[in-house]
């Protein structure tokens, strides 16, 4: 499991302007749970649909998997890990992997300051060709738990 990585990239990044988002098909009590368990700070959402949750681009064919992705200041998607973790790849490998574009992303925006959110947009995805990620439906179809920061 990637969880302990990505709150120790959290932490690292937060103050640098880099935000961290989970949603979840999950209801509120088993996202709760690994918000606790991993000490998890940042916002998750929980009780997505199969539908929201292939609408923002992770393919599912109705089973849910882990996929993380490092969407830049121009919303663009500059990385994923394309469901490593689904596929079994060492958890270890897939966080270096995510830290390094993370660092190029920073690198490459220059952000000094945390953003508030994401502005309501769509995002390609070069990793599904002609296929768009929406980001606005967080904020309209999606309860999320209050964040822990």
Do not use: C
């Amino acid at each position: 499991m990637s969880a302990p990585g990505l709150v120790r990239l959290h932490r690292k990044y937060k103050t640098r302007g880099v935000t961290f988002l989970s949603l979840s098909n999950d209801p509120r009590e088993k996202v709760q749970e690994l918000i606790d368990q991993y000490d998890i700070g940042w916002t998750s959402g929980y009780g997505a649909s199969n539908a929201m949750i292939e609408s923002l681009g992770a393919p599912n064919a109705g089973v849910m998997v882990p996929l993380l992705y490092v969407i830049g200041r121009d919303q663009k998607v500059i990385w994923s890990d394309r469901q490593a973790r689904y596929n079994h790849e060492n958890p270890k490998q897939i966080i270096k992997s995510l830290e390094q574009a993370i660092q190029l992303a920073l690198r490459k925006t220059r952000v000094v300051q945390r953003g508030n959110h994401l502005p309501p947009t769509h995002i390609d995805d070069p990793f599904k060709p002609n296929r768009s990620l929406s980001i606005s439906a967080l904020s309209s179809t999606t309860t999320l738990a209050e964040s822990v920061d």
